[in-house]
C-alpha cells in the first residue's frame, strides 16, 4: 500500500513542504529511504522501527520503501522522525490514509515512542499554512511557537501512541488560545534603563539620535567611563517592534534553539554583543549547513561591539555587506541561504592600547602605538559609522549624583514620535529610516537653505570630506531636526552633526 503524510523542512530562514511518502510491499523486508537525505535523517529508520515497536504497533515484515519530496533539495534534522512513523503506519493500514488528508506532522520521537521538540518550528509551519495545511502535529514542547500562525489547527503531541489516537478518530482540539493578538500588548522588561546613567550627556543626546534615525555610532573614551552601560540601554529606548519585527526575529532564533523558555515570539529588541575573539563564520553566519550568526541574531536589535579595535581585521571587514543591503547571503555546493542583517551597529573603544590618550598624565602610549591601535579599524568601515562620541571620564560629583535622571520611557516618546515622521516622509518608498536614504532621497528631503547650503560647503572644504562622510552628515541633521520637530534642515541641525562626525577626527587621520 501506498500512504503519503504532509510534513516541513528549513532552508535558510524559510521553511517549505516536504511529503513523505511511503510505500509497503512484497519482497526482501527491508527499510530503504530516499530523497537527498543528510546522515540525521537517514538515522531516523533506527529510531522510527524502534519507536513504533515500543510503541506497541507490531508490524509484518516487509519491504518498506520511504521518498522524502522534493528529492532535490537536501533535508536536514530530525523533524522528520513522526511524519515517517505515520506514513509507515498509514501504509500497513494501521492509519486512514484519509484521515491524513491536509495534515502536517513534525517531530523527533525518542526510542520509546515519545515526541520531543525540534529547532525551526515557526517558519516551517508558516511555510505549511501558505501551502494550504489546516491542521499540524508538533511536539508538545514546541506548541506555544506554533499556535502564533492564525489561520492551522495546532496539536501538541507528546507520544506516537497519542498522535495515531488523535488522526483515528479526527478528535483533537487545539490546545490553548492563539495569542497572535496579545503578544504585543505584553510590557516589555530590559531590566535596565538610562535612569541609571549619572553624566554623560553628550553621549545621551548621540544615543538618542543614533536611535531615532537607525544610525550607526561609536563611542570612544577611557576605561570605566560608562560606554558599555550606555550600549546596553540602547534597545529600551527603540520603539516596541511590529508583529512582522517580531516574527523576523523569531524565525531566526528558532532556527538557533535560542527562543525564551515559554514565549511563543521574541518580545524584545535583541541585542548580541560577540566577544572579540569571535570567527567570521560565527559573526556572519555559516557552517556546513549554514545556520545564522552574531549579525543575524541583531537583526531588528543592536549589534553591540566592544573593544573594537580587539576583533580581527577580516572579521570587522565582514560587517560592509550587510550594513549596506541589510542581508546575508551564504553560498555553499547544495545552494545559496539568504538570511536578515537589518541591525544597527554600537561600538565601543579606547583611544590608544592603555585607554587613556590624548591624558598625557596617565598615557604613557607613543605616537606611534596610538595610531597603530586606531589604524585596525579600516576606513571604509569607519566610514559607515554616521556618529563618533567621545565618553569624558566620570567626576566623582556625577558619579554620586542622586538627582532623577531622564529615564528611557521619555527618551523612548522623543525616539518613536522622529520614526513616525520618517514614517509619513518615506511612505510607499521602501525605506524606514533616515539612515537608509540614497543620493537620490537626500536631493530630496535634505533640501537646504542659502545659509545652510554656504554653512555646509564651507565645512565640507574646511573638514576634508569625502561625498559619502557629506551624505553621512546630511543624514545625521535629517533626524536632529526630526527630533526637534523642524521641517527644514537648521544651520543647528548641522553643526550638532558635523561635531559628531568631527570627534573622531580628533584621533584618525582625516580619510
Not at 254 to 282: D, K, T
Not at 304 to 325: A, M, S, V, Y
Not at 418 to 432: T, V
Request: net charge positive.
Amino acid at each position: 500500500m501506498f500512504s503519503k503524510v504532509n510534513s516541513g523542512g528549513l532552508r535558510g530562514i524559510e521553511g517549505y513542504l516536504v511529503q513523505v511518502e511511503a510505500d509497503v510491499s512484497r519482497g526482501l523486508p527491508g527499510f530503504h529511504m530516499v530523497g537527498y537525505l543528510s546522515g540525521q535523517v537517514r538515522e531516523a529508520q533506527d529510531r522510527v522501527r524502534t519507536a513504533m515497536r515500543n510503541a506497541g504497533f507490531a508490524l509484518p515484515s516487509m519491504k518498506v520503501t520511504l521518498n522524502l519530496s522534493p528529492a532535490d533539495i537536501r533535508k536536514e534534522g530530525t523533524g522528520f522522525d513522526l511524519p515517517i512513523a505515520m506514513a509507515v503506519l498509514a501504509a500497513y493500514g494501521v492509519v486512514g490514509k484519509h484521515s491524513l488528508a491536509g495534515t502536517a506532522m513534525i517531530g523527533e520521537l525518542g526510542l520509546d515512542g515519545t515526541v520531543k521538540p525540534v529547532r525551526g518550528i515557526l517558519p516551517m509551519v508558516l511555510a505549511l499554512e501558505e501551502q494550504g495545511i489546516r491542521r499540524c502535529f508538533l511536539p508538545a514542547d514546541n506548541l506555544e511557537e506554533g499556535m502564533v500562525v492564525r489561520k492551522m489547527e495546532v496539536l501538541g503531541a507528546t507520544s506516537l501512541q497519542q498522535v495515531v489516537s488523535c488522526v483515528a478518530d479526527s478528535s483533537g482540539s487545539r490546545k490553548g488560545k492563539n495569542r497572535t493578538e496579545q503578544v504585543r500588548e505584553e510590557p516589555q522588561e530590559y531590566g535596565v534603563d538610562f535612569k541609571e546613567v549619572n553624566g554623560q550627556l553628550l553621549m545621551r543626546r548621540a544615543t538618542e539620535v543614533a536611535v531615532a534615525g537607525q544610525h550607526n555610532i561609536l563611542y570612544m573614551g577611557p576605561p570605566g567611563s560608562g560606554k558599555s552601560m550606555v550600549a546596553r540601554r540602547v534597545p529600551t529606548i527603540m520603539p516596541s517592534m511590529t508583529f512582522q519585527e517580531q516574527m523576523e526575529v523569531t524565525k531566526v532564533h528558532s532556527i538557533c534553539g535560542m527562543l525564551p523558555p515559554g514565549r511563543a515570539l521574541v518580545q524584545n529588541r535583541p541585542f548580541r554583543s560577540p566577544h572579540h575573539s569571535v570567527s567570521p563564520v560565527a559573526l556572519a553566519g555559516g557552517g556546513r549547513v549554514p545556520v545564522p550568526g552574531e549579525i543575524s541574531l541583531a537583526t531588528r536589535g543592536v549589534l553591540f561591539l566592544d573593544e573594537l579595535p580587539e576583533f580581527q581585521k577580516g572579521t570587522l571587514e565582514l560587517l560592509r555587506q550587510p550594513l549596506e543591503e541589510h542581508r546575508i547571503v551564504i553560498s555553499r555546493v547544495h545552494g545559496s541561504y539568504e538570511f536578515p542583517a537589518h541591525f544597527m551597529v554600537v561600538a565601543a573603544m579606547n583611544p590608544c592600547p592603555c585607554g587613556y590618550f590624548p591624558d598625557r598624565s596617565r598615557c604613557q602610549c607613543t605616537q606611534d602605538q596610538v595610531q597603530r591601535y586606531l589604524n585596525r579599524i579600516s576606513g571604509p568601515l569607519l566610514e559607515r559609522i554616521d556618529l563618533c562620541v567621545e565618553a569624558a571620564p566620570v567626576t566623582y560629583g556625577e558619579m554620586r549624583e542622586t538627582a532623577d535622571n531622564e529615564s528611557s520611557g521619555k527618551i523612548r516618546a522623543r525616539v518613536e514620535e522622529a520614526r513616525r515622521i520618517q514614517k509619513e516622509r518615506f511612505a510607499d518608498s521602501g525605506i524606514f529610516f533616515n539612515s537608509e536614504m540614497n543620493a537620490g532621497d537626500i536631493r530630496r528631503y535634505c533640501v537646504l537653505g542659502a545659509e545652510e547650503e554656504a554653512f555646509l560647503k564651507k565645512a565640507y572644504r574646511k573638514m576634508q570630506m569625502s561625498a559619502r562622510g557629506c551624505n553621512k552628515i546630511l543624514k545625521v541633521a535629517r533626524t536632529i531636526a526630526d527630533l526637534a520637530g523642524e521641517p527644514k534642515i537648521l544651520c543647528s541641525h548641522l553643526s550638532e552633526a558635523m561635531g559628531y562626525r568631527e570627534l573622531g577626527g580628533k584621533y584618525w587621520k582625516r580619510r
